[in-house]
């Protein structure tokens, strides 16, 4: 987890309703990035920034916007657009130029 | 053995035994490779990375292999605790035109079970 934090830990939503996934790290990275995991597959990603004020689609973007005013900041929002959100939501980051991205405690999302 | 692409597969073995997972990457020009540990509920945990110039690499009670002919991966996990219980992943750099883009693949993981 190391300075990686993501709240809430868990999130019920209603069909309908926009919500937001925070990410915050204290750890001086530039690039970092959202993913999706669902129950036995591995990690889909949503969005990722490489610096302040830029960020890219991944490979599962439709359903979610994100934002990078800051550095140390990337909230992740999943829009009523998204089908099927319910999932558990990873945010990670790395330093530029290197390809170890180190992970937050995710947050578990659930659509009722 | 985990490839991208597959169902989740499993490994169960008795404590104090050696464990092998494996990983088949898609992409030969792909230069790093990284495992992690999932366990129940968390995020993914860094174990050990490789690059491509080597072939093996060793950390406290982990060893990863690279075999880049075959384009095959694994993690050996020596004297196994039922702590070491959980999801592993392996995962590939992004490299297009000789660049890499930060991102990673990763592979669907292997679930391993580890008994008294």
């Known amino acids: 987890d190391g300075g990686i934090t993501q709240s809430p830990k868990y999130l019920f939503r209603k069909e309908g309703q926009n919500v937001t996934l925070s990410c915050e790290q204290n750890l001086n990275h530039d690039a970092m990035y959202w993913y999706r995991q669902d129950p036995g597959q591995g990690l889909r990603l949503i969005y990722y920034?490489?610096?302040?004020?830029?960020?890219q689609k991944g490979d599962i973007a439709e359903g979610y916007s994100v934002s990078r005013e800051k550095k140390e900041s990337f909230p992740l929002t999943v829009t009523s657009a998204q089908k099927n959100p319910t999932a558990f939501y990873l945010c990670a980051s790395n330093p530029w130029g290197t390809d170890t991205q180190y992970f937050g405690p995710g947050t578990r999302l659930t659509v009722l | 053995g985990e490839s991208v692409g597959l169902h989740l597969p499993t490994l169960s073995v008795q404590e104090g035994d050696n464990s092998i997972i494996n990983c088949a990457y898609s992409?030969?020009?792909?230069?790093?490779f990284i495992w992690y540990k999932q366990e129940s509920g968390k995020g993914p945990q860094f174990i050990i990375d490789?690059?491509?110039?080597?072939d093996k690499r060793q950390g406290q009670r982990v060893t990863v292999l690279l075999n880049k002919t075959v384009k095959h991966l694994s993690l050996q996990i020596a004297a196994t605790q039922p702590g070491d219980s959980a999801v592993y992943f392996c995962?590939?750099?992004?490299?297009?035109?000789?660049?890499?883009?930060?991102?990673?693949?990763f592979g669907q993981g292997t679930i391993l079970t580890v008994h008294p």
């Open positions: 992409n030969s020009a792909s230069d790093y």
């Open positions: 920034s490489q610096i302040v004020n830029d960020f």
């Open positions: 490789i690059r491509s110039n080597m």
């Open positions: 995962a590939e750099n992004m490299v297009a035109g000789g660049t890499s883009y930060g991102k990673l693949t």
